[in-house]
């Protein structure tokens, strides 16, 4: 069977199989051979070299990745089911009234009005994602992954991802984002991600093959596979180191790469979010509304007036003010905007829908380093086992973090930068590097292995002090090593544990020598060590972490500290932030856990300690389960496995590069309180969305109900079809001011989740109140002003239509506050300039020449008091009714 789906799958599928019979063919090559066949050293390109392949192979870019052109922008702006139904109801509109009409009566104004609202609305929109698209590709320049290469005379530089070019050497550690299809040519035991090509969530052992190997085809059954995702000295563009380091050659760059080959089969494809579902299901809703009720008004025209030409006109108008086509507009603008609110306050939007999940958030996780503490470590101590100030301590921990090579953190950079380290001399001098083994976050600890004259091998590691007790069998006393005994090992946790509860990050620095037997050492070498002492490193609480707890708590959110430190130094920080500590779970307790007795305990601890990363994105996973909405900050690649199972992943500006490729919003400032003002900008563009769903909701359900009313009792139409289709592009123009409007302080001090079920409720009840004062204004046109005669039907008409706008508009105010609105809320400037001249345009019409045209008559002098009783008769009932469906059902715009 031919599972193909037209040229297109053709394509991709071809593509795909370039790319991996291109990157099979490299990997059964020698690295000597392979820099060859790429024209390049192992000294790299030079900067000349560099800029010409750029110009040949191009950027360093995959298709999806790139915003569409300005007119297909444009075209999809038009594209939605509200115009789609007006575009239908324009081309029906233009058959009746000119194909089909006698030359004399051929009227061009309702094709003209409908035609109108569809470009307003689609320009509208256009224009805001334009601007969007354009805001987000400025604000993503902002935050620059790069990668390391080598340039001929200049050794290593970081140069932008895109400007990678096949040829460049490149050099990999952990947590670096693989820049482009590589060849690797030298490893150290080197792990890599490849969840995002293949789904597996364990990482997989990569490594060079030596050309002699190569030649002899000793691994020849490994290069018998015809996947390449299973070739072990292949890494792909996409994936990310999880520990080790390497350094590789680039063998294709952008859509040559296995993953821009698979990326031209993804473009458009993006996964819904429960923000687009709802707003999916409220479109269809109320096109499902529209599609039922208008025949059903158009029969009981037809049947009780007996022209059915003009019935069907009507049901068309109707149609069409029942449409919401400014919806996906407001949308759009509302994202829009608050994404550049959000830049110009230190957070960048990555992916604009995220915007909603943001303010919906109700659990923040997230790690104490540099969100509660100031991230500047400072290294204030280094001992002995006796607890005394001991310069060989801070010898062999300067050793050990001047040569490793991996992730180079800020406890690294701590010891590197003490004072004290002056005093050592140019110590790294006597010493030449042999080996490594890098850091990971099982172990918790790095090694390095030197040589100094006397040519035996020093194996110098440090590491946190469970896992460092846990592979040393000697402690070093007045220069003498003794066996570490129980006793020992006590006072050693009594020690480090006493300096944790001053708040000091604590580390043990051990060595052992060894006579040279081999020249690549691996974790089992790190056995019966000598402990030489400790370090204690030093990160203040920042001065607004309190402050900024307290309001992330006032906004209802809980936070919950996710820290791979130990659960000492974690309570002090918590403390001295004021972080009322409600329960601890360390990470070996986790693994004793089942997944319902975390769920039960979850919610209420508030600190994890000790954690892995498979930890932490457990914890976030149950959390979840449980209906909250979890955002998590983090900035290093412990953290990106729970950035991307976060409903928010949220990362910094200098964090590791997958870190930030998996996050939705990246903070330009490691704060919780640039956090808190993300959250309330969330908050606020839910609300404004919310506002135009349920105008528009309420606004239809009670025309509908007005319209039926008048349509069977009245022995002409209420309002003609261009009146309806007048109103509704002047009530569409009023909702334009919409995404600038304010939003109650209270509704910004709750989590803000999309719940589409409860728009119905909201119809039915709210929509009939303004059809109660459309039925007096029949009654008082009848009575009062007697047009009550197809005769005076204008004047009953103009009466309506004048009414009618105004109480549209009127419940924009209504609708927007659960408080009393112009007393307790008053709306931004932009809402109250357009929604009032809208009303002043419709008060004004039937007394111009364009109201003549369209069968309008001025209203009499005595008609606008009763106008203004209605009106506040409406409001009054309108907050009545708001106060009672609050009481009863506990929300209003949520």
């Known amino acids: 069977m ?281 479109s269809w809703v109320l096109i499902r509304f529209m599609l039922t009720m208008v025949p059903v008004i158009f029969l009981i025209n037809g049947l009780t007036k007996g022209d059915w030409f003009e019935a069907l006109l009507f049901g068309l108008a109707v149609a069409v003010g ?198 690549a050492y691996s974790v089992a070498d790190e056995k019966d060590m000598v402990i030489v002492g400790y370090i204690g490193f030093l990160d203040p609480p920042k001065e607004t972490a309190s402050d900024a707890l307290l309001k992330l708590r006032e906004h209802g959110i809980n936070i919950k500290i996710l820290t791979g430190d130990n659960e000492v130094v974690t309570r002090r920080i918590c403390r001295e932030v004021n972080l009322e500590i409600n329960g ?14 975390l769920s039960e305990a979850v919610d209420r601890v508030n600190v994890f300690a000790k954690m892995t990363p498979l930890h932490k994105s457990r914890v976030i996973r149950i959390l979840k389960q449980k209906g909250h909405t979890v955002g998590y900050l983090g900035d290093g690649i412990n953290d990106a496995a729970a950035l991307r199972d976060a409903d928010i992943g949220i990362s910094v500006d200098t964090a590791v590069d997958i870190a930030k490729e998996a996050a939705d919003i990246i903070l330009l400032e490691k704060s919780l309180l640039v956090l808190e003002e993300g959250v309330v900008r969330g908050r606020k563009v839910f609300g404004n969305i919310m506002k135009y769903i349920k105008m528009a909701a309420s606004s239809n359900f009670g025309n509908v109900f007005s319209v039926l009313v008048a349509s069977a009792f009245l022995p002409f139409q209420p309002m003609m079809p261009l009146h309806l289709l007048i109103q509704n592009l002047l009530y569409d123009i009023s909702q334009i001011s919409i995404p600038w409007d304010n939003v109650d302080e209270d509704f910004l001090k709750v989590p803000r989740k999309w719940q589409a079920t409860g728009i119905a409720r909201f119809m039915i009840f709210i929509g009939p109140v303004s059809s109660i004062f459309d039925i007096t204004t029949y009654l008082l046109m009848w009575f009062v002003f007697g047009a009550n005669t197809i005769e005076e039907q204008a004047l009953f008409q103009s009466g309506w239509f004048v009414e009618g706008l105004l109480s549209q508009t009127l419940i924009v105010h209504m609708i927007r506050t659960r408080k009393i609105p112009f007393f307790q809320s008053i709306a931004a400037p932009p809402v109250l300039l357009l929604t009032g001249t809208i009303m002043a345009i419709g008060i004004i019409i039937p007394f111009t020449p364009l109201g003549a045209s369209v069968g309008m008559v001025p209203l009499p002098a005595t008609y606008f008091p009763w106008l203004v009783a209605t009106l506040l008769a409406y409001a009054t009932l309108a907050q009545i009714v708001k106060m009672w469906y609050i009481r009863r059902f506990k929300s209003w715009l949520d």
């Open 2 to 282: 031919n599972n193909k789906i037209g040229p297109r799958a053709d394509s991709v599928e071809i593509a795909v199989a370039k790319a991996s019979r291109r990157l099979i063919e490299y990997s059964q090559v020698s690295p000597e051979k392979a820099l060859h066949m790429l024209d390049t050293k192992m000294q790299g390109l030079s900067a000349e070299e560099a800029v010409e392949r750029l110009k040949v192979y191009g950027k360093n870019e995959v298709a999806h990745e790139k915003a569409p052109a300005w007119y297909v922008q444009m075209v999809r702006a038009f594209i939605n089911p509200f115009n789609m139904v007006l575009m239908i109801l324009a081309v029906v509109s233009f058959f009746l009234d000119v194909v089909l009409a006698a030359p004399e009566e051929r009227d061009f104004t309702a094709v003209i009005i409908i035609s109108t609202m569809v470009t307003v609305s689609g320009l509208l929109r256009f224009w805001q994602e334009f601007r969007s698209n354009r805001a987000a590709e400025q604000l993503r320049a902002m935050v620059r992954t790069t990668a390391t290469v080598e340039r001929q005379g200049a050794g290593k530089i970081e140069i932008p991802l895109e400007e990678i070019v096949p040829g460049d050497i490149v050099h990999l550690s952990a947590g670096d984002m693989i820049p482009a299809d590589l060849l690797l040519l030298r490893t150290k035991d080197l792990f890599v991600s490849q969840a995002v090509l293949t789904g597996e969530s364990l990482p997989v052992e990569k490594y060079d093959i030596l050309a002699d190997v190569v030649e002899k085809r000793a691994l020849n059954q490994v290069f018998k596979t015809e996947n390449p995702l299973e070739l072990p000295n292949i890494c792909f563009m996409g994936t990310s180191v999880v520990s080790g380091s390497a350094t590789a050659v680039v063998v294709a760059t952008g859509s040559k790469t296995y993953f821009g080959s698979m990326s031209r089969g993804l473009i458009g494809q993006r996964a819904t979010t429960s923000f687009d579902r709802g707003v999916n299901q409220v």
């Open 322 to 519: 029942l449409t919401p086509e400014m919806l996906p507009m407001v949308v759009t603008a509302n994202l829009a905007k608050g994404a550049i609110e959000m830049a110009q306050h230190k957070t960048i939007v990555k992916r604009l829908n995220s915007i909603q999940n943001f303010g919906a958030m109700d659990v923040l996780c997230t790690d104490k380093t540099g969100t509660l503490t100031q991230d500047n470590v400072v290294l204030v101590r280094y001992l002995d086992v006796e607890g005394k100030e001991n310069l060989e301590v801070l010898r062999e921990a300067y050793l050990n973090s001047y040569y490793q090579t991996g992730l180079r953190n800020l406890l690294d950079v701590a010891v590197l930068e003490h004072e004290d380290v002056a005093k050592l001399g140019e110590v790294e001098k006597s010493f030449v590097k042999v080996d490594e083994i890098p850091f990971d976050f099982v172990r918790r600890r790095m090694s390095v292995v030197v040589q100094n004259g006397d040519g035996k091998h020093r194996i110098i590691t440090k590491g946190a002090v469970e896992e460092m007790l846990g592979i040393c069998s000697f402690v070093e006393l007045s220069g003498q090593q003794v066996e570490l005994t129980p006793q020992m090992r006590k006072q050693i946790r009594e020690m480090t544990r006493d300096l944790n509860e001053d708040g000091l990050r604590v580390l043990v620095v051990a060595y052992k020598v060894v006579t040279p037997v081999h020249q």
């Open 584 to 597: 601890v779970l360390l990470g070996h307790q986790l693994d004793a856990m089942t997944d319902d007795e």
